[in-house]
C-alpha cells in the first residue's frame, strides 16, 4: 500500500523521455546553471561510469579528465535541471561500475568502441 502511494507521487514527477545510454557511454549533459537572477544551460561531456537507484531516485555518474584532474559529478536522472542527455559514442564494457578508471590515466583510460545503433556521430 505504502509503495504504490509513493509511486503514484513520483510518477508526476518522472521525465517522459530518457535517451536510452549505458555504463561507458559517453555523454553530453545539458545542465541547468542559475547565477544570481541569470540562467543558463552548460554542458558536462564525460564517460558513464555508474547508474544506481531506481524511478525517481535514479542517478548516473559521469567522469572526464579537466588539465590532468579527474573530474566526476553525479546527476540526478530526473532533475528538472538536467535539461538533455545525449549519448555521443557507446564504449565496451564487463563491468555495472568503472570505478577502475579512476585509477588509470591517459590511453589506459580509454575504453573501446562499441558499434551500436543508439549513437549519434557529431
Known sequence: MKTELLDAVENKSLKKHIPH???GDTVDVHCRIKEGDKERVQVFTGTVIARRGR???ETFIVR????NEGV???FPLHSPNVVD???IRSGKTRRAKLYFLRQRTGKAAKLAHRH???TVSK
Do not use: A, D, L, Q
Not at 572526464?64 to 588539465?67: C, D, M, N, Q
Open 72 to 74: 566526476e559529478r553525479i
Open 21 to 23: 545510454f549505458e555504463i
Open 64 to 67: 572526464r579528465v579537466v588539465g
Open 85 to 87: 542527455i545525449k549519448p
Open 116 to 118: 551500436s545503433e543508439h
Open 55 to 57: 524511478g525517481i531516485n
